[in-house]
């Protein structure tokens, strides 16, 4: 880091802290009591400060990882402040954990784009900058640094796993990503993409050396082939690769460690009988394709500022036309699934405490045809995921869109705060934008963060049957 890039990113760091502290004093003055999923998470925690490691809260249904870096933090600074009485693990004191996260997770943000846009490092400073301040301030993300939920550090451990990766620290990657399993079973899925990345890289490799000897130049070595022989010979030869003993030999030297996490996952979901702890009644996994087409049209509404230009519509318009049967299938497909795999989770139609249970009512079930007619929207979004990615090779590409369904399609409920992960990632890999589209894509953030923030401290309401303040959320 340059030392005049230090101290602006030192500056919008601790502006950044303050703001959220400031923040966080409003919510918790207003909200003082444990609310929603903070029922299970705050008494769990409290248990856990006072050495009950055995007693366990059956409604909980992720790995303790939340409640033991609670106590990791809490009780040195307990012991050094002598503090003592209600305030020592206190729903305030907990939820201020998250804060902690926040200020983690701007720094590994700004690490990797740094990383990953090595080769635009030049005359890019404010724009490095700016883009790790907006993406800290990612509002679904945002909003649950101000509550004791799990998504904050979830985050903040995938991210280290991944930038770990990077950097070639594959052991510390694999132990780090035992920490991001702990606050949330499904992130071995990002684990599973660290290791696949190794992968692709060898099979890029592998694919630039097979098709020098062809002397094949015009090979699509970067780009997502949009027609059928081009998948063809994209599958033929990954089957290839994956079944040489040689270049599973050459993946293993180098991934053994995420494979060791993997064994041990794997280990894990037998001896539970399953992924989840605790109630699983309300977390059974099924094949729900549309959560991908959810996912789409959620980001391309959170990366417009960045990701859509004039230009790119035109290709998309061009694409359709020198294509036209490759986007009928996939509309057809995408009818298909619409059509046989929609599924509807009880708490999507029970809670209205839930943005999603507003949008499902206001749109899915204004019509029965919606949902079909939402279909040219969907492949309009996929593309242009798709396309924010040319600049990443083929079976990078292949890996992030193989756990992008893993990490989506089993989950029966529409639930925002699932796609925080796959959106990060999937802003971080797009070539960093211009200074005008960041300050545009901050500007939404910041926003939609005000208007949830508000609507959650002042639009408050009232159940029939409880006397229990109610309020809106992700």
Not at 29 to 51: L, S, T, W
Not at 153 to 163: I, K, N
Not at 335 to 356: M, Q
Not at 467 to 472: D, V
Request: glycine share 4%.
């Amino acid at each position: 880091m340059e030392k005049f890039e230090g101290y602006i990113f030192t500056a919008l760091c601790s502006t950044n802290f303050l703001i959220s502290c400031l923040l966080f004093s409003k919510v918790t003055r207003e909200q003082r009591e444990p609310y929603m999923d903070e029922i299970f998470h705050v008494p769990q925690a409290q248990k856990y400060c006072h050495g009950k490691f055995n007693e366990w809260d059956p409604m909980i249904t992720t790995l303790p990882g939340l409640y033991l870096a609670s106590v990791g933090v809490i009780k040195p600074v307990v012991w050094l402040a002598d503090l003592t009485g209600k305030v020592v693990c206190s729903t305030a004191m907990l939820r201020f954990i998250n804060l902690l996260f926040n200020c983690g997770n701007l720094y590994l943000i700004y690490l990797l784009i740094c990383k990953l846009h090595l080769r635009e490092k030049t005359r890019t400073t404010s724009r490095r900058v700016l883009s790790a301040l907006s993406l800290s301030t990612f509002p679904v993300l945002y909003f649950f640094n101000f509550l004791y939920y799990t998504d904050a550090g979830s985050t903040f451990f995938t991210l280290f796993t991944y930038l770990m990766t990077l950097y070639g620290c594959h052991k510390a990657a694999a132990l780090l990503g035992v920490c991001s399993v702990l606050f949330r079973q499904t992130n071995i899925i990002w684990v599973a993409f660290c290791a696949g990345t190794l992968v692709a890289a060898k099979m890029d490799e592998a694919w630039r050396v097979e098709h020098t000897k062809k002397r094949d130049e015009k090979s699509p070595l970067l780009q997502v082939p949009l027609s059928f022989s081009g998948v063809k010979k994209i599958i033929l030869f990954t089957v290839e690769f994956l079944t040489s003993p040689g270049h599973v030999k050459a993946v293993l030297l180098v991934a053994w460690p995420y494979a060791a996490v993997g064994v041990g996952f794997l280990a894990f979901v037998v001896l539970n009988d399953g992924i989840v702890v605790g109630d699983r009644t309300s977390h059974e996994a099924c094949l729900n394709f549309p959560q991908l087409f959810y996912f789409f049209s959620f980001s391309l509404f959170f990366s417009l500022p960045v990701s859509l230009c004039y230009h790119r519509v035109l290709r998309f318009l061009q694409a359709l036309k020198k294509q036209p049967l490759f986007f009928l299938f996939v509309s057809a497909v995408c009818l298909l699934l619409v059509w046989k795999f929609t599924f509807v989770h009880k708490y999507l139609l029970a809670d209205n405490r839930h943005f999603p249970f507003y949008v499902w009512r206001k749109l899915f079930q204004r019509h029965e045809l919606v949902r079909f007619l939402l279909v040219p929207v969907y492949v309009f979004a996929g593309w242009n995921f798709l396309d924010s990615f040319k600049s990443r090779s083929l079976f990078w590409s292949l890996a992030f869109l193989t756990c992008l369904l893993a990490a989506t399609v089993p989950q029966k409920l529409l639930e925002f705060r699932y796609f925080i992960v796959p959106y990060l990632m999937y802003r971080l890999h797009m070539p960093l934008p211009s200074l005008p589209r960041l300050v545009v894509e901050f500007l939404l953030y910041t926003a939609v963060n005000t208007a949830t923030i508000y609507i959650f401290i002042t639009k408050t309401f009232h159940w029939p049957d409880t006397t229990a303040t109610q309020r809106f959320m992700w």
